[in-house]
């Protein structure tokens, strides 16, 4: 155990953090828990199989543990996120559960990147020890770790809401035989997700909005380098590689390009799933959906080009998908729900003799792609807008006779019951299939 510092915060950050936890705490009194035990696995209270960490799956839940602690550890292909678990008691601090990681790596990350103070991890400085584990890398006592953080917090025989889960969950679980554990998600009579601590990350504080924007200020560059990069005879890697260049210089934590190239077949895939040595040509058609995050708090904005300028089938694609776009604007007010914004966009796709290709768009910010999108534009969706709700407008236009497909559109949030684009300037470039 540790109970060093975190670095030193901004007065700001700290406000927002105490917010979370005290919001945190009002739902645990209303529904008469404890603690909040909140790990970064799938939940593992639930009887059923078809539980996800992705988006749209119907029983995903964000990923509260950064939600909680503001700390994340990243894996990659080859390498699985490390599992990170916070003890939220009712009364007193929380706690941090990690890996030590080798040489206490993942604990020297907690303290850099947490503002919790209190972090819980087992490290024995015993030279059999530390081969046994290749020096902390493959130690095995996080279940334990829990078990004594939730002890520690004098929570041995207490009333505890647990979210996701973590390795060796059910061995915490048996060291406290006298506590009681119970899922923060459950299930309606119907089969629909019933997500206790949702309301927490639907709306954006002031803090949550300000990340949105530097996740959707790097993002414009990003797509201007793409944009400016993606021409005759260069290979997709290049393009992709001048985005993510400014996205990785501007700290964005993670950024997904969703791009489609050509229409013979329609084809749809997130790099670097490109067709090996692809390269873009004059008359190529490009979708480009970024999805960008900073500290966890994600935007998407897709844009549609042709290189070497549209045709005629092209542009009237374009216009209609312009037209959608501009008729869901208009109906922007407080309380419009994600059907009706459906209904006014689609009216405008059918209209001009197309159909839609998926979604009209859904909200964005902490849930971003890992969780499911409460407000989503599709039909019957009753959500209404709300202020803090940060969203995406990108109609999705398909002309089946042509396989000719065109989407745009940018984030946005609603304030003070008014909305606005997160960008400063949405509609200066790549509004058309003109580059």
């Known amino acids: 155990m540790t109970n060093a510092p975190s670095p030193t915060m901004p ?24 603690a909040l035990v909140i790990g970064s696995g799938p939940a593992q209270l639930l009887p059923v199989d078809d539980m996800s960490l992705g988006a749209h799956g119907k029983l995903a839940q964000p990923r509260y543990h950064r939600w909680f602690s503001g700390f994340h550890i990243w894996g990659a292909e080859s390498v699985s996120p490390q599992p990170v678990v916070v003890v939220l ?20 990350l907690a303290r850099a990147h947490t503002w919790i103070d209190r972090i819980v991890s087992t490290y024995h400085d015993d030279p059999e020890w530390e081969a046994r584990t290749n020096w902390g890398l493959s130690a095995n006592d996080l279940a334990a770790d829990v078990a004594r953080a939730i002890e520690d917090s004098g ?14 969950f059910h061995d915490t679980l048996a060291a406290l035989p006298k506590a009681s554990f119970e899922s923060t998600l459950t299930m309606d009579a119907a089969g629909n997700p019933i997500d206790m601590l949702w309301e927490l990350v639907a709306t954006n504080s002031a803090w949550e909005i300000g990340r949105l924007e530097r996740a959707q200020a790097s993002a414009d560059d990003a797509m201007r380098a793409f944009m400016t990069t993606a021409q005759d005879g260069v290979p997709i890697a290049h393009a992709l590689s001048a985005a993510r260049a400014i996205t990785t210089r501007d700290g964005s934590d993670d950024t997904l390009f969703e791009i489609t190239c050509g229409t013979d077949p329609w084809a749809l895939w997130i790099a670097p799933n490109q067709p090996p040595g692809a390269c873009y040509r004059t008359g190529s058609l490009v979708t480009l959906g970024l999805m960008n995050s900073v500290d966890g708090y994600w935007i998407q904005m897709p844009r549609t080009w042709m290189i070497g300028g549209p045709n005629p089938a092209q542009q009237r694609v374009f216009d209609a998908a312009k037209r959608s776009l501009d008729a869901m604007l208009a109906r922007l007010e407080p309380g419009v729900t994600g059907g009706q914004l459906w209904d006014a966009g689609l009216a405008e796709i059918h209209g001009a003799g197309f159909e839609p290709r998926g979604r ?55 304030e003070d019951g008014r909305w606005r684009f997160l960008s400063p300037d949405p509609v200066s470039y790549a509004t058309s299939f003109d580059q």
């Open 155 to 168: 929570l041995a025989a207490a009333r505890i809401g647990i979210v996701g889960g973590w390795p060796g």
């Open 360 to 414: 009209l768009g859904h909200s964005v910010g902490f849930t971003g792609v890992t969780g499911p999108e409460r407000f989503s534009l599709l039909p019957g969706n009753n959500e209404p807008l709300e202020d803090g709700v940060a969203f995406v407008l990108h109609p999705c236009v398909w002309d089946k006779s042509t396989g000719i497909a065109a989407q745009l559109g940018d984030s946005l949030v609603m």
């Open 11 to 34: 007065a700001e950050d700290r406000v927002e953090y105490r917010r979370r936890f005290e919001t945190a705490r009002a739902v645990m009194r209303a529904a008469g828990l404890d």
């Open 89 to 108: 008691p009712l009364e007193g601090e929380p706690s941090l559960v990690v890996r030590p990681g080798t040489l206490r790596t993942w604990i020297t």
